[in-house]
């Protein structure tokens, strides 16, 4: 038995054969003295063969991952209409009479090297979206189909240096039980996708031509991968892997049960969401409410801003599904790891410290009123409430709050139904929130903490830094006191808090979040 340890992306434990999915990069061999009028017009064909491709591959992966993970096609659109991208293939077909496949090899290789020589991990990962669309288009371009991977018949956990979201998103999933790669991080495009389908993954796992067919396990918890294991690890994972099934079933026989301890105290269950489509199932788990709705995923992945009635449409849907039960809202909360190129922000040495959030609402006041008309509109449907994320002033929530009045304004004059009580709340975010809570907590409704950012501006750690493990440590002292001053003061000027963070989730907690007052978790 050989024993390998690698690094979890999706939890969960697989046990089944490898097989060894084998990547081959297109090429393209230059030509010179192309018919540079002929070559601008195949580029412009693959454009739009590539474009109805990443159209089909959204609306698969909608299906099985969820629309606000295949917005990752949607991104890959938008690179395919990217500017500087397209202006550099055709720069070179013109400028070097070269034939479009050598130009557009070339446009991949420049991009994919720039964004992979620079320090912000998410920012690096967009290297692979332009390698996958630029394959794309070489493949387009020299009339080669994009077949399904072929898989055995028997379910198998793929092997391979590294995954596309398209080959990722285009095995069949019947045939998947998970995936080990060379290359990936934890917000990777093929972790992001194998979570959301449930299926186990490690990355920083070498392939092995000598692994291809042989019996592993592959243990999601641990981060460890068991090759060829001995018939005693093989019985202790196969019971390891049973308990955490039995202990699935379990909980789902207990989405029925009242959301209160033994002695009677009511905590709101609810449940994050990032699209229209999650809301259904958050309904099917019994959520008592909506405790996170983010509602950037109308923002990315495409080139333009979304239309007032775009917006409405979507906050009336999930309110009208909930039935009565409460929607909370976040305002539009891009920026740092959330880029959407025509907002024209600029690049920042420091994103997570930079314009995102309510900073750009509140510099883009025409986005920020859409917004706010499309939500007022919507709460006539249902009981929607808006939150405010990366709040660290009073002068912030005060401007917020003048901008609603503005917008219940137009709307009483209009004739537009709306309602005017619509909970007001904001996210606790930052240390500066924190020592501010008691003067903040007279402005809203409610508080919800969002402990990912907590953690990382309390603690001065970037939370999407793979490598600084240990020291990003969300049950440090310093965090938890920073929930029990929150939590005091929502309670001393009368309203509730609630935590949307990750570990909102996290049972061992649990016991504290009871202690100092929390009232809802969504998770």
């Not at 017009?41 to 474009?51: F, G």
């Not at 493949?139 to 979201?165: F, N, T, W, Y």
């Not at 068991?226 to 093989?234: E, I, N």
């Amino acid at each position: 038995m050989e024993t390998v340890q690698g690094r979890t992306v999706s939890d969960g434990i697989a046990i089944g054969r490898i097989f060894y999915y084998r990547h081959i990069r297109m090429t393209a061999v230059r030509h010179d003295d192309a018919d540079v009028r002929e070559e601008l017009l195949r580029y412009e064909e693959a454009k739009i063969r590539a474009s109805s491709q990443l159209r089909e591959l959204f609306e698969k992966a909608s299906k099985e991952a969820g629309a606000e993970n295949a917005a990752i096609f949607k991104a890959h659109q938008a690179l395919l209409e990217d500017e500087a991208y397209g202006n550099f293939i055709i720069d070179r077909i013109r400028g070097e009479k070269v034939n479009a496949e050598y130009a557009a090899a070339l446009a991949g290789e420049y991009f994919e090297r720039l964004l992979s020589g620079l320090e912000d991990e998410d920012t690096r990962e967009r290297a692979a979206d332009v390698r996958d669309v630029t394959e794309r288009l070489l493949r387009i371009l020299s009339s080669q189909m994009e077949e399904e991977p072929l898989l055995p018949e028997e379910p198998v956990i793929v092997m391979a240096g590294d995954l596309s979201p398209s080959e990722t998103i285009r095995f069949d999933r019947s045939r998947l039980l998970g995936f080990l790669t060379e290359q990936g991080s934890l917000n990777c495009h093929m972790a992001i996708l194998a979570r959301s389908m449930s299926l186990p993954a490690l990355t920083a796992i070498t392939p092995q031509e000598e692994w291809d067919g042989k019996t592993v396990i592959l243990d999601g918890q641990t981060g460890t991968l068991y090759v060829d294991p001995d018939s005693s690890t093989m019985e202790r994972m196969k019971k390891k892997k049973e308990q955490l099934e039995q202990e699935h079933r379990e909980l789902l026989s207990l989405i029925h049960a009242k959301d209160e301890t033994a002695d009677g105290t009511r905590v709101k269950l609810y449940a994050n969401i990032g699209n229209v489509a999650d809301a259904k199932e958050a309904l099917s788990y019994h959520a008592a409410g909506i405790g996170l709705f983010r509602s950037e995923f109308l923002y990315l992945g495409r080139e333009d801003y979304p239309s007032e009635e775009e917006q409405f449409q979507a906050y009336r849907q999930v309110a009208e599904q909930l039935d009565g039960k409460e929607v909370i809202i976040r305002t539009l909360d891009i920026g740092a790891d959330k880029k959407a190129d025509y907002f024209g922000l600029e690049r920042e040495e420091n994103p997570a410290l930079g314009l995102r959030a309510i900073r750009i609402c509140l510099n883009h006041p025409e986005v920020f009123r859409t917004q706010l008309r499309a939500l007022y509109r919507a709460s006539a449907c249902g009981k929607i409430a808006i939150m405010f994320p990366m709040i660290a002033s009073v002068w912030e929530v005060k401007e917020c709050r003048r901008a609603c009045q503005r917008v219940m304004d137009e709307l009483t004059a209009e004739g537009i139904p709306f309602n005017p009580d619509t909970e007001i709340g904001i996210m606790i975010e930052t240390p500066a929130a924190v020592f501010m809570a008691p003067e903040l907590a007279r402005l809203v409704d409610f508080f919800s903490v969002g402990t990912n950012d907590l953690t990382q501006y309390t603690l001065a750690c970037d939370r999407h830094r793979s490598d600084l493990g240990k020291f990003f440590d969300p049950h440090h002292p310093a965090v938890l006191r920073a929930l029990k001053m929150a939590a005091d003061a929502a309670h001393e000027a009368g309203i509730w808090i609630g935590i949307c963070g990750e570990l909102g989730a996290d049972p061992d907690l649990l016991p504290t979040f009871l202690a100092i007052g929390i009232d809802e978790l969504s998770v």
